[in-house]
């Protein structure tokens, strides 16, 4: 069966490791919190400006002065420090964050990624995402397989405006997790139920598929 | 001590007109200079081209210049949730210009610490590229951005003094700390406006010489765009 959102993210949440700083986008991304291990030593930044950024707060604890880039009233962990805009992402830039997850509308087989605009229809901004896209080393993509009219969001090349150029590493979607090799789309998992023809037959791009694929461990 | 208090908001914006490039501070509705905002509302000057990260909502922050047709340009990184923002970019009343979030901070920051230009990675390769130079270091390609230059950069803190010292609070620092200094004349609104010599120099985030003008905000709403919380 494939999975669901919180599916998408307990499996990224394997890819969190200990003493990593980890920037985590808006939607599915954000889910990923919920499911690091409790052992591990691990300090979520916000662009906005927060290292050690904690849940939700309690209601009637929100401060309107203490919010995620999404906007969300959060709280601070022990630990935690504040910083500017500019200081924010001259850590992205820097290269000190490890770990940048993210969501995408397209991806293409060469790790290229598309999230920020829809030519006539969407047009929002990037945001963050340009700067984290071009200068993080380790990306990861959260995504659904396919968009909402059945068609392959892992294609050859990228159809929309796109983000940055040869930066995801990793994809994991309801259906699988993925690497980008220099050959294209490496089919490393299946979600649990999901075959490797159903995987196939919503890859549009080239999906080079091992001889043996296992079920995702969740 | 240089004092650069001055008694309110409408004494803090002397100077302000039409067509000038104004930095805003603030990140979503965090931070926001309320205060300033609602007295550019009440000046009615026109065809302003706005530096901020967000356009605020549609009944709130820079939302409320939106409304009265205030602005004519804005140069941001994120402008969803704010529906009369995106009918006026779609009817092609209001110019737009998106930037990288890091790129427009860094650009606050080049006009704030006096660098004319700098090299980012930050969209290489895609739309906001066009027309930029592009140099390679360590073999990888970087696009060449300008500081901006504002006629006033206009931000919020949490405390300040009458040297023009400021002290943010939480997130609410983002955009307001780059600004300070960036444009020809910095107006900051705080909540609490206190003498020199009340502020530990230790803790200051931003020196006085950065602001031009200091005042205490009247009110402050502080509107909290996504309530979120944890049930118990």
């Given at each position: ?67 995620n880039a999404g ?148 | ?118 090299y980012t990675p ?20 970087h696009l060449l ?88």
């Open positions: 069966m494939a999975l669901d959102k919180n599916g998408i993210a307990k499996r990224i949440a394997q890819e969190v490791q200990n003493g990593y700083y980890v920037n985590l986008g808006i939607g599915i991304p954000t889910l990923v919190a919920n499911f690091v291990r409790d052992d591990l030593e691990v300090e979520f930044q916000s662009e906005n400006g927060i290292l050690g950024m904690g849940p939700f707060p309690f209601e009637g604890e929100e401060d309107a002065d203490l919010i906007k969300q009233t959060i709280t601070a962990l022990p630990g935690a420090s504040y910083f500017d805009s500019s200081l924010s992402f001259g850590m992205i830039r820097g290269k000190h964050v490890d770990l940048t997850i993210l969501g995408a509308m397209e991806v293409a087989e060469n790790g290229d990624i598309a999230n920020w605009k829809i030519p006539g229809k969407m047009v929002k901004g990037m945001g963050g995402a340009m700067d984290l896209v071009a200068s993080a080393e380790n990306i990861i993509v959260a995504m659904q397989h396919t968009n909402r009219a059945g068609e392959s969001k892992l294609l050859k090349r990228c159809s929309l405006p796109i983000t940055g150029v040869n930066c995801v590493k990793k994809i994991v979607t309801d259906l699988a997790c993925i690497e980008i090799t220099k050959e294209g789309f490496l089919l490393l998992e299946r979600a649990p139920g999901v075959s490797v023809e159903t995987i196939k037959k919503a890859t549009a791009g080239t999906l080079i598929v091992p001889v043996d694929v296992p079920e995702m461990s969740l | 001590m240089i004092a650069k208090n001055v008694d309110n908001v409408k004494q803090a914006l002397e100077g302000v007109s039409s067509n000038m490039t104004l930095m805003l501070g603030g990140f979503g509705l965090c931070g926001i200079p309320e205060n300033a905002i609602a007295e550019l509302v009440r000046l009615g000057i026109s065809g302003i081209t706005c530096i901020s990260n967000n356009a605020g909502v549609d009944d709130f922050g820079l939302g409320l210049l939106l409304q009265k047709k205030q602005i004519k340009k804005m140069i941001s990184s994120y402008v969803g949730e704010n529906a009369e923002f995106e009918r006026q970019m779609l009817s092609g009343e209001l110019e737009v210009e998106l930037i990288p979030q890091g790129t427009l901070a860094e650009r606050c920051r080049a006009a704030q610490v006096g660098i004319p230009a700098f930050a969209g290489y390769g895609t739309e906001v590229a066009e027309g930029k130079e592009v140099l390679d270091f360590k073999g990888k390609p951005e300008h500081a901006f230059e504002a006629d006033f950069s206009i931000i919020k803190a949490w405390k300040g003094d009458t040297a023009g010292n400021l002290i943010f609070k939480a997130t609410a620092r983002n955009f307001n700390a780059p600004m300070a200094g960036a444009g020809k004349i910095c107006v900051a609104e705080v909540e609490e406006l206190l003498p020199a010599g009340q502020l530990d120099p230790n803790q200051i985030h931003i020196p006085g010489i950065f602001v031009q003008r200091i005042f205490q905000g009247k009110f402050f709403e502080k509107r909290i765009e996504q309530r979120t919380i944890t049930q118990k």
